[in-house]
Structure formats: structure tokens, C-alpha cells
């Protein structure tokens, strides 16, 4: 299995303000594809952003960014703008090119503080 | 489009029971994925379907998990007998497994507690 390894078991953020959850993952493969995912109270898990490993420019998706160093293995979550409704466990996540195997992080709990 | 299905939502058992969790992929979905989420902690792959064949059981706890994929479609998750550090969310997941624009999409899981 592939290792994902979240270092940040717990953050906070004032509403508003910028937080950026660090991600680094281990993988011989050249070619894979890596996530964000968001898991609410509900344990409803919802995809906030995707990035293939072959791109060199950093994916966003509105107030969502990453941060992809793929020499570092590296690949971190950036969110503007913090919302109430960003409060929810965040899942650092790799999938492997062609069997799609797919292995998750140890999660961060963000707290988003009105 | 209809998402990933799974039932029951909650499942309570004493330990040595037998259990078993469905889950009905997206259609025209070829991937179809178990995971075990403990309190706290993130999913762990416990086996990845591409049709109805076997991708990763490496993470299957074989002596008491089996599961099955028939046609294709639909899956199941038996746990025989349940141990007390079973207790955890079963979430099921599904890709169209093209290798191209690839995503997981989940169902609401189930939660199991081994008393």
C-alpha cells in the first residue's frame, strides 16, 4: 500500500482568514493522481479538489488551491476565504494510474472559529 | 444520477455475530471499493473490485471478511464471526474505473457497533 501521511492531526482558523494542510505522500510511480477530500459530521465524503500527477500547474477550484511538489512528494490543501461550513475532517488521498488502487491519509480535523 | 447506496445505515451486534453491509455502485461503474473507518482515523482500503473481479484484498482480513461483487454490480460485506474492534464505518465507493478524469464517489456508509 501506498503511504499518506497528514502531520496535522488537528488546526484552527478564524473565519475569513487563510489555512494551508500539509500533505506528503511515498510512491515509486511516475504517474497517479492525487485528492482532497472532505468529510462533514454526516461522514458524507465529498471531493473538494483533484490533481493529476503529470500536470505541473496547481489545480483550484474557487477558494480551494493545492500546492503540488512532485520532486518533494508533496501536496498541499490551501483554503481562502474560510467558511463555518468548511469545519469537517480533510483527507489527504493517492490513486494509482491504471488499477485505480486508492489509499487515504490520517485526516485533519479543521475547526473554522466564527 | 442516483449516487452510491449502501444499507443498512447503523448496525448494532454482539460480538460473534455474523453481519453483512450492501452497497449498489453508480451505474456503469467498473471499480467498486470497501473501506473500514475506526473513530479517528482515515479509510483503509479493505478491497477494491474492477467488475467483478479482485484488484487489493492485501488489507482483507480473511479469516473472518469475505465479499463478494456478482455480476458486476451490487456488493456485499460479511464479517463472521464480528469482533469487538470491528466497530467502525463501512463506506463503499465507486469509480468508472477508465483511468481517465478518475474520482471516488461514496456512499453515506454504515456504522457498526460490536458490543
Known amino acids: 500500500a501506498q503511504t499518506v501521511t497528514q502531520s496535522q492531526p488537528e488546526m484552527s482558523v478564524q473565519e475569513a482568514e487563510t489555512v494551508t494542510l500539509s500533505c506528503t505522500y511515498d510512491?515509486?510511480?511516475?504517474?497517479?493522481?492525487l485528492f482532497w477530500y472532505k468529510q462533514p459530521p454526516s461522514r458524507q465524503m465529498i471531493l473538494v479538489i483533484r490533481q493529476e500527477a503529470y500536470k505541473q500547474q496547481n489545480a483550484t477550484e474557487n477558494r480551494f488551491s493545492v500546492n503540488f511538489q512532485k520532486a518533494a512528494k508533496s501536496f498541499s490543501l490551501k483554503i481562502s476565504d474560510s467558511q463555518l461550513g468548511d469545519t469537517a475532517m480533510y483527507f489527504c488521498a493517492f490513486m494509482k494510474h491504471v488499477s485505480n488502487q486508492f489509499y487515504f491519509g490520517t485526516g485533519t480535523s479543521l475547526t473554522v472559529i466564527p | 444520477e442516483a449516487g452510491v447506496a449502501q444499507s443498512p445505515r447503523y448496525k448494532i451486534i454482539e460480538k460473534r455475530q455474523s453481519v453483512a453491509f450492501w452497497c449498489n455502485p453508480i451505474s456503469g461503474h467498473a471499480t467498486l471499493y470497501w473501506y473500514q473507518q475506526i473513530l479517528g482515523q482515515g479509510p483503509k482500503l479493505l478491497i477494491q473490485f474492477q467488475n467483478n473481479g479482485v484488484v487489493d484484498d492485501s488489507q482483507l482480513p480473511k479469516d473472518r471478511f469475505s465479499a463478494e461483487r456478482l455480476k458486476g454490480v451490487d456488493s456485499t460485506l460479511k464479517i463472521q464471526p464480528a469482533k469487538l474492534e470491528d466497530s467502525a464505518v463501512y463506506l463503499c465507493?465507486?469509480?468508472?474505473?477508465?483511468?481517465?478524469?478518475?474520482?471516488?464517489?461514496f456512499g453515506s456508509g454504515t456504522q457498526l457497533s460490536v458490543l
Open positions: 465507493a465507486s469509480s468508472r474505473g477508465t483511468s481517465t478524469n478518475e474520482k471516488l464517489f
Open positions: 510512491t515509486s510511480e511516475s504517474n497517479y493522481y
